[in-house]
């Protein structure tokens, strides 16, 4: 499957500014969300290939917009990263990896290199 749209979710503007751009830049068009709800009413209208949620989010969690996901999309299957300032530890990232079937657990800061990088082994046709 070729990487033609992502959702970035996260309540920092300048985080959402930051990876927005590193994906733009390499030909990516992107939906941006301020908050959970936005998250998941933007994911389930336009059907990215990639979503990127911040796992602490005002209204709804990045975790709370993947179970509402799922719910109301169930055949729906994007690549999925959770990246958090927060959660920090193995036990998080296991659970977020279990539970919610999360495919990366990434702590911020976040390096646009390793961000593109990690893309790339989800997506071949895809330049890091």
Not at 4 to 17: E, G, M, P
Not at 40 to 66: N, W
Not at 76 to 94: H, M
Request: zero cysteines; a negative charge; glycine letters at 4%.
């Amino acid at each position: 499957m070729p990487l033609s749209k992502a959702l970035v979710a996260d309540d920092s503007r300048i985080f959402r500014s930051l990876m927005s751009q590193v994906l733009r830049d390499r030909g990516i068009g992107v939906v941006e969300a301020a908050n959970g709800r936005e998250a998941l009413d933007l994911t389930l209208s336009e059907r990215p290939e990639l979503l990127i949620l911040d796992a602490l989010m005002p209204l709804l969690s990045g975790f709370d917009v993947l179970t509402k996901l799922r719910e109301k999309a169930p055949g729906y299957d994007p690549v999925i990263f959770i990246v958090t300032a927060v959660y920090k530890s193995r036990r998080w990232e296991s659970e977020a990896r279990q539970t919610y079937r999360v495919h990366e657990y990434l702590e911020k800061p976040i390096e646009p290199e390793d961000l593109l990088k990690t893309i790339a082994g989800y997506f071949p046709d895809f330049q890091a």
